[in-house]
């Protein structure tokens, strides 16, 4: 066992020789934390850095456009048109979920589509307005008081939520995100689908509730369920209805397209499929237009809408009669928790479907593009956007080829924000809850809660955690809380590491052997220092000697070094001995201290 330790540090002392050699080759890669951030430098040898490399690394339509072939164009335009007839209603739909005027969902729709056909790596992602990303907004705006401009405060945060996402983009902190782990994110996403479908039970039921807490709408709904608008009920229902139907009139796998009717039927079928939320709220608002023409209005409609294009102009800065610096202040911990929601559903979509479909992707450059994209969305009326997965995938099951479907897309989507939202206020309430009901369910998985059980049941805990904290205080302050849980359940190894203690006795006297299982931090030393002291006094025998083992120390930081001089001290004054052994010399020669010779 000594000989394999020795042979272990001679083999790591030699790779550390061959790291400080500077003759050696690019064979050698050094991977870890301070090897892995550096701002504005991006992972290519030098002699690729040219500026038209670089610029296409910031642009990377410039790279697909030259190898752009006549036959992609069907598959994106007819891609674009797609997600186009899906993103209207939506957004429509999603900006009821935020507590904006409805236009403002159409406001968010088309400028993320042209700046990602720019920028963006992915060919299958489509930005835009979230049911995560509304809710968000709703539960911020909620924070302020009823006189307050809170569109104008929406905007604001929309303009600062990029820039922090283009400053991690251009400083590579992606990083960040991974702290969010899988069991926050799916704790997260399911809570934000039940809070929002229990939301929409009120204008499905044609309910006037005026709070906007979760459990304050539940509660209201069930006692005012008697003052139900049968009407918005019935119109609702039928909504859901339909579009459940409509989901299964796609074609399956192995749709026969031989001759030219078969192709012409599928083509019909799928896009009648895809197009299924813009059918019903057009059906609905026919429906409600004809109503209207017989002087029957029994239906619930949405209000303060605005026809036209949104004014382009700046955020404001401040609201009311608050300074820039107060207002900014107010955002809170809104500026933490929007951008990083927002790059963390980005980042697992745009991989997701990446790796579906064999193709790589440039984090750093996706949070450059939803920075952006964010940053001039907020010049047009925009609340914060990210990527939708349910319009993504929709680009992948209709063979989108490059990002330019996007264009198509935002095409679609400003036509239909310039001749379109004069008809908005014809829009029933209901049928807009049935759509973002449909959207949203379907996210609600709990099934990952039994796999975390068979695979670690201590994933659990932040899952519970995150889920409870969601529905009690909101997504927004929910989300900070599993991420702390889940940041402590990483960090609690490095306070508390695997230390094994071996007593043994030779002719030499007592000896009590320390070996850590990895690298001791300064929060572990205090730790290290109680284990030795115990195993001290447990030792009947006279004083003998505590060797630690260092075979599996690599590195040591300064308040572990001036700890560990406490220590020696400290088991000397016991009549103990220590020793050090297997320490390489990174560590013994930078930080232990060894007789004539100060090393702190």
């Known amino acids: 066992m000594d000989a394999a330790r020795s042979s272990s540090s001679a083999n790591l002392e030699d790779a550390r020789h061959f790291v400080k050699d500077h003759n050696v080759d690019d064979g050698l890669k050094i991977y870890g934390a301070y090897q892995s951030i550096r701002p504005f430098r991006f992972r290519c040898p030098a002699s690729k850095r040219s500026p038209s490399w670089i610029i296409r690394q910031i642009l990377p339509f410039l790279t697909w456009m030259r190898a752009y072939h006549a036959s992609f164009l069907e598959y994106d335009i007819i891609a674009g048109i797609s997600v186009g007839l899906t993103v209207i209603p939506q957004s429509i739909a999603y900006a009821a979920i935020a507590g904006l005027p409805v236009q403002y969902g159409l406001y968010t729709s088309f400028m993320g589509a042209f700046i990602y056909a720019i920028t963006g790596t992915s060919k299958d992602v489509s930005l835009g307005p979230t049911t995560v990303m509304a809710l968000l907004v709703a539960q911020k705006a909620a924070e302020y008081p009823a006189d307050a401009d809170k569109v104008a405060v929406i905007i604001l945060l929309t303009f600062y939520t990029g820039c922090v996402q283009l400053a991690m983009g251009i400083f590579q902190l992606g990083f960040f995100v991974d702290f969010v782990s899988l069991a926050v994110s799916k704790a997260f996403i399911a809570a934000a689908a039940v809070i929002i479908a229990g939301e929409q039970l009120k204008g499905l039921l044609g309910l006037k509730i005026p709070s906007d807490h979760f459990l304050v709408v539940v509660y209201d709904t069930f006692a005012q369920i008697k003052q139900t608008n049968y009407w918005d009920l019935i119109l609702g229902v039928c909504c859901i209805i339909s579009l459940i139907i409509l989901k299964y009139v796609a074609p399956k796998p192995g749709f026969v397209r031989v001759r030219w009717y078969d192709k012409l039927a599928f083509q019909t079928l799928r896009l009648v499929s895809n197009a299924r939320y813009a059918i019903v709220v057009c059906a609905a608002s026919a429906i409600e237009g004809a109503l209207l023409s017989q002087n029957i209005d029994v239906l619930t409609l949405p209000h303060d809408v605005v026809p036209g294009l949104p004014p382009v102009a700046p955020p404001q800065f401040h609201v009311g009669n608050s300074t820039n610096w107060q207002t900014f202040k107010s955002l809170g911990s809104s500026l933490v928790v929007f951008p990083l929601i927002s790059l963390l559903e980005l980042l697992t979509i745009a991989k997701s479907f990446a790796q579906e479909n064999r193709y790589t992707i440039n984090s750093s450059q996706e949070f450059r593009a939803v920075g952006i994209a964010n940053i001039v969305s907020s010049f047009f009326s925009s609340y914060p956007l990210t990527a939708s997965f349910s319009r993504s995938a929709l680009n992948a099951q209709c063979g989108v080829r490059t990002p330019a479907a996007g264009i198509v897309t935002g095409g679609i989507a400003i036509l239909a924000t310039a001749f379109l939202t004069g008809w908005l206020h014809f829009v029933p309430k209901a049928s807009l809850a049935a759509v973002i009901m449909c959207a949203v369910l379907p996210n609600i998985d709990l099934s ?20 409870l904290a969601c529905f009690a205080v909101g997504i927004e302050y929910g989300v900070l809380i599993g991420i702390f849980v889940s940041v402590g359940l990483v960090l609690f190894p490095l306070a508390r590491p695997t230390v094994a203690v071996y ?66 001290k400290e088991v000397q004054n016991l009549g103990w001995e220590i020793n050090f052994s297997e320490m390489s010399d990174m560590v013994s020669v930078r930080y232990i201290p060894t007789p004539g010779r100060n090393t702190l």
């Open 503 to 568: 007593h043994s006795n030779n002719s030499t006297g007592q000896e009590i052997i320390v070996t850590p299982y990895g690298n001791i931090h300064f929060p572990a030393i205090g730790y290290m220092r109680k284990l030795i002291i115990e195993h001290i006094e447990m030792t009947e025998m006279g004083p003998g000697r505590v060797v630690i083992d260092g075979s599996h120390w690599t590195d040591l930081d300064y308040s572990v070094a001036a700890r560990m001089k406490d220590l020696i």
């Open 448 to 467: 990952v809660a039994n796999k975390m059980w068979k695979v670690r049941k201590g994933d659990l805990f932040p899952y519970i955690v995150t889920l």
